[in-house]
């Protein structure tokens, strides 16, 4: 990807945000409730129609729709994303304090992922049809089919009240409270991405170029490890940035389980509290996020496939 495309993304990531400001601001703005009201009565305070209307005038709700998203979107660009009434804070500090337990757990639960399901992939491959492949299948058509809530559950009861070794409550700064919530974000991605594996590889090793190099006497490690995995790593390496981004963008299931101080635990309570501002920044963030990772993958294109950089 040269320079003239990588600022051509950017300026159609400028829009696709634009957009999705304009959306996430309808939404907000059509959502029952109102935010002035949402702000006395979570401080336990019970409003007359006099001081809704004062809240409504001091946080600018009384003035046009599209007034109101000028100036949202004016003052998200300074990265003033206003306060949350919930939390009692900016709402540009509460995502910067949940971003990093969340890009840990992302981390962790990635890492994992990789040790386990390219081996597993490879090795099913390698063994079409044998004995091995059909209980890899097998292992991760139940790693697919379990929910993240019902391995969650299962892995509390196990770990932590039958046997005690691993917290119940999960906390950003403890690498104990890090295990169950990356394992249980792991098995479905590692079953998955096993399956992703086992068929790319599949697909390399009847290409033709397998073929010759076998009639050359080139030896099967050296075609594996060094041709067929390579070349599989391309359709991976989209589905790794996709995931990525999802995950950063918020677990919110899995973190909720296990009380997991992340940004999906910090979503939910946005939604539950009607927490408009904190929903808003929430939105644009994980977009933002999202966006910039799939930049990334595109351009590693390059460096994966030499292909890629023959077409320029």
Partial sequence: MNKNAIISRLLQMVIVLIGISFLTFLLTYLSPGDPARN?????????????????????????????????????CLQ????????????????????LWPTLKLTLASTVLMLLFSVPLGVI???????????????????????????????????FCVKLGLLPVVSSAGDFKSLILPAVTLA????????????????????????IGARARGVSENKILWGNVLPNS???????????????????SVVEIIYSYPGLGNLAVSAIMSADYFLLQGYVLWVSVIYMLINLVVDISYNYVDPRMRLRR
């Avoid at 006099?50 to 946080?59: D, F, N, S, V, W």
């Avoid at 991760?140 to 379990?146: C, E, K, L, M, Q």
């Avoid at 590692?190 to 290409?207: F, I």
């Fill in 39 to 75: 702000i006395f009565t979570h401080a336990g305070v019970m409003p007359s129609s006099e001081m809704i209307e004062e809240m409504r005038k001091t946080l600018g709700l009384d003035k046009p729709f599209f007034t109101q998203y000028k100036d949202w979107l004016f003052n």
């Fill in 79 to 98: 990265g003033n994303f206003g306060d949350s009434f919930m939390l009692q804070k900016p709402v540009k500090d509460l995502l910067l304090e949940r």
């Fill in 124 to 158: 099913s491959a390698v063994n079409h049809n044998k004995p091995i492949d059909y209980f890899v299948r097998m292992i991760t058509f139940f790693g697919v089919s379990i929910p993240n809530f019902w391995l969650g559950l299962m892995l509390i009861l196990i």
């Fill in 187 to 210: 098995v479905a991605m590692t079953a998955k991405y096993t399956r992703q594996v086992r068929t790319a590889v599949l697909e390399e090793l009847h290409s033709d170029y397998v």
């Fill in 233 to 251: 790593l391309l359709p991976l390496i989209t589905m790794l940035g996709l995931s990525i981004g999802s995950l950063l963008g918020g677990t």
